[in-house]
């Protein structure tokens, strides 16, 4: 004869499911999570080790709740009772009247009105369940006889989970993106724009997992963190020469270069090795090894336990952002454009802004994700500088290769018309004169 029964009603639910029905809703992320960080701590003021057998309604989202219910009190089973999602308070205390002997403590999960008005009618008490809410009723005499409210506890407040949920589906998103990316690339490497997307992906992923830094698990992000970069850096020089193959290609066809110019065929074919390089290099165990390791941990943010506990709202990423974006503020206005590797890491800098800015902008806010258009405007303008000392010095390093000697008049041409392109923008750079402003 059940002694205690235990009152459930099931967690945050989605508004609507995608076939429309109502027994199909489920519960949200942040959901599942406030109930399955709350739950082991609600469900121990039942006692140590208590045998607790579970029913739910068949809707969705109460079969969710019963699964935390149920590993909270380390049951083996759920039992599904119709009774319960159809609200018949007859059916289901007859059901109840015949439930398991053995079963002392009894673990319902369902809906309101239905669970307001049983603990009303076994109890005598009116009180209003929300959601995620659990009430313990004892029943010394089985439930043909009155019994009494043990214990309320009111359903945990999603809301410091609705934030971690979106960021959790945003780097499930991108990891997702970037393992289609990197098909697409594995399956034809000498396609140019596949390889830029790869990259993107790389990059996009790295700059949220990075941000992310402070609240994920350290093993985790720095593990995801190496992989990327390592990935990116492989990739690099093979990008770098596409990039130099567009400013060849528009010389020739502008005519600064000469018609029947060899440049461009030496540049393909300087494309082909590095490209030989970087399939052999894809085909090593230890970057097969380090593409395996962020298919495992990506599309799952490891959290701190501390989070874990707690939770994160959307301020707590706002304040971090705010932070990041005012370091990157201060680095900006202090930066040598003249100097090409502070330019490389500040457009990188910006472009990781510009990426967590859009990624998280249902996190941060409007205002904020605004500053995703901001940032990718001085990317942009630190690309193209950046990019025209990048070519100026792959042009000077070619001249000096072997592969290169019957072009190396050509590879002059290069060098001095991207000079020139970078004193242009640094003469007539926005960015320059804000800089200069600021000075």
């Known amino acids: ?55 739910c309604s068949p809707a969705v989202r109460a079969l969710q709740t019963a699964g935390v219910v149920a590993e909270a009190v380390d049951s083996c089973g759920i039992d599904v009772r119709q009774s319960l999602y159809d609200q018949d308070l007859d059916a289901f205390l007859s059901e109840l009247a015949k439930a398991d002997p053995d079963a002392d403590t009894l673990a319902v999960v369902g809906h309101v009105p239905f669970m307001d008005a049983l603990l009303k009618h076994l109890t005598g008490v009116d009180l209003k369940f929300n959601k995620g809410g659990v009430a313990a009723i004892s029943l010394p005499d089985g439930p043909a006889a009155a019994g009494s409210l043990l214990w309320y506890v009111a359903g945990p407040d999603a809301v410091s989970w609705d934030a971690m949920a979106e960021v959790d589906d945003q780097v499930e998103l ?20 596949a390889l830029r997307v790869f990259r993107i992906c790389l990059r996009r992923l790295r700059s949220l997992i990075q941000f992310l830094s402070p609240w994920q698990s350290k093993k985790q992000c720095h593990r995801t963190s190496d992989d990327l970069r390592a990935l990116l850096d492989a990739t690099s020089p093979l990008r770098e020469i596409d990039i130099l193959s567009d400013v060849v290609d528009a010389l020739v066809e502008s005519g600064e270069l000469g018609e029947n110019c060899l440049l ?23 970057v097969k090894r380090r593409l395996h390791n962020i298919a495992d941990d990506c599309p799952s943010i490891k959290w701190k336990s501390r989070v874990l506990a707690s939770g994160l709202n959307a301020e707590d990423f706002q304040k971090h952002f705010d932070e990041e974006l005012a370091g990157l503020d201060d680095a900006l206005f202090g930066l040598d454009l003249r100097d090409p ?4 890491l500040a457009r990188r800098d910006a472009k990781e802004m510009h990426f967590v800015a859009r990624a998280l902008a249902g996190v941060i806010g409007d205002d904020r994700a605004k500053t995703s258009e901001y940032m990718d405007n001085i990317q942009g303008e630190l690309g193209a500088l950046g990019d025209a000392y990048r070519n100026e010095r792959l042009a000077n390093e070619y001249s000096l290769s072997p592969r290169f000697r019957g072009v190396r008049a050509d590879l002059g041409v ?8 970078a004193s242009a923008i640094l003469a007539g750079s926005t960015f320059a004169s804000r800089m200069r402003a600021a000075d």
């Open 174 to 193: 991108m990891s997702a993106e970037l393992a289609d990316a990197c098909d697409a690339f594995l399956a034809d490497p000498a396609d140019v724009e």
């Open 341 to 344: 590797e502070a330019v490389h």
């Open 264 to 286: 461009p065929v030496a540049c393909a074919k300087e494309r082909q090795l590095e490209l030989e390089g970087v399939i052999a290099l894809m085909r090593k165990r230890h």
């Open 1 to 55: 004869m059940v002694k205690t029964l235990v009152l459930v009603r099931h967690g945050k639910t989605e508004d609507a499911s995608p076939t429309g029905d109502d027994i199909d809703r489920k519960l949200t992320s942040a959901g599942i999570r406030a109930l399955e960080v709350a739950y082991p701590r609600t469900f121990a003021l039942l006692g140590e080790d208590p045998e607790v057998a579970v029913w």
């Open 414 to 421: 290069v060098a001095r018309d991207q000079a020139e392109v």
